[in-house]
Nanobody
Framework: QVQVVESGGGLVQPGGSLRLSCAAS????????MGWYRQAPGKERELVAA???????NYADSVKGRFTISRDNAQNTVYLQMNSLKPEDTAVYYC?????????????????WGQGTQVTVSS
């Protein structure tokens, strides 16, 4: 059983900053990629940023230069530092982790999602 819990959302004014955290816990052998997605009302869920276990990152064009993803492998945690926030960044932000678990002696990779955290950018 694996749990994924996000925190750090809230209301912020345009130009402000927020830091999201996502921690995975449970029967984890290894975590491969970890990433953040977001979904605004009436829109599809989209990738914001992702980070491999080796530290390689990729970002949506809309957040490059403003958002930074980082992870603490020892703590199974991924962070998203969001600076220079814009109203169009308003969305529910979800953490997605690709976790390797052991089932009946064999290793499998599954994707787990967090419950989501609301980020609202408004004056």
């Amino acid at each position: 059983q694996v749990q994924v819990v996000e925190s750090g959302g809230g209301l912020v004014q345009p130009g402000g900053s927020l830091r999201l955290s996502c921690a995975a816990s449970g029967s984890i052998v290894r975590i491969n990629s970890m990433g953040w997605y977001r979904q605004a009302p009436g829109k599809e869920r989209e990738l914001v940023a992702a980070c491999t276990s080796g530290g390689s990152t990729n970002y949506a064009d809309s957040v490059k230069g403003r958002f930074t993803i980082s992870r603490d492998n020892a703590q199974n945690t991924v962070y998203l530092q969001m600076n220079s926030l814009k109203p169009e960044d308003t969305a529910v932000y979800y953490c997605k982790t690709h976790v390797v678990v052991t089932t009946r002696g064999l290793r499998y990779e599954y994707a787990y999602w967090g419950q989501g955290t609301q980020v609202t950018v408004s004056s």
